[in-house]
Nanobody, 119 residues
Framework: QVHIVESGGGLVQPGGSLRLSCAAS????????MGWYRQAPGSQRDLVAL???????NYADSVKGRFTISRDNAKNTVYLQMNSLRPEDTAVYYC?????????????WGQGTQVTVSS
């Protein structure tokens, strides 16, 4: 069984910073791509950033230059450093991981962590 747990959300003023963390635990063989998505009220869940097992990254245009995704393979953890936050970054942020268990790959989601950017 695989568990994905996010942490680090909260309330921050515009221009501030937050760092999200996401750890995968349980029984699995390997982790492929890890990523962050976000969903604002009344909106669909959108990609924020992805990082492959080889550390290639991809970002949504709206966060390029402000957010940085990284991973620690030894800890099965992915991070999202968010700087210069804007009110429009307010959303529930979800961690996603593509994980190999008994021989096949599956997509796993965390429960989400709220990020609110407001003065």
């Amino acid at each position: 069984q695989v568990h994905i747990v996010e942490s680090g959300g909260g309330l921050v003023q515009p221009g501030g910073s937050l760092r999200l963390s996401c750890a995968a635990s349980g029984r699995f063989l390997s982790i492929s791509t890890m990523g962050w998505y976000r969903q604002a009220p009344g909106s669909q869940r959108d990609l924020v950033a992805l990082i492959t097992s080889g550390n290639s990254t991809n970002y949504a245009d709206s966060v390029k230059g402000r957010f940085t995704i990284s991973r620690d393979n030894a800890k099965n953890t992915v991070y999202l450093q968010m700087n210069s936050l804007r009110p429009e970054d307010t959303a529930v942020y979800y961690c996603n991981a593509v994980i190999q268990t008994t021989g096949s790959f599956g997509t796993y989601w965390g429960q989400g962590t709220q990020v609110t950017v407001s003065s």
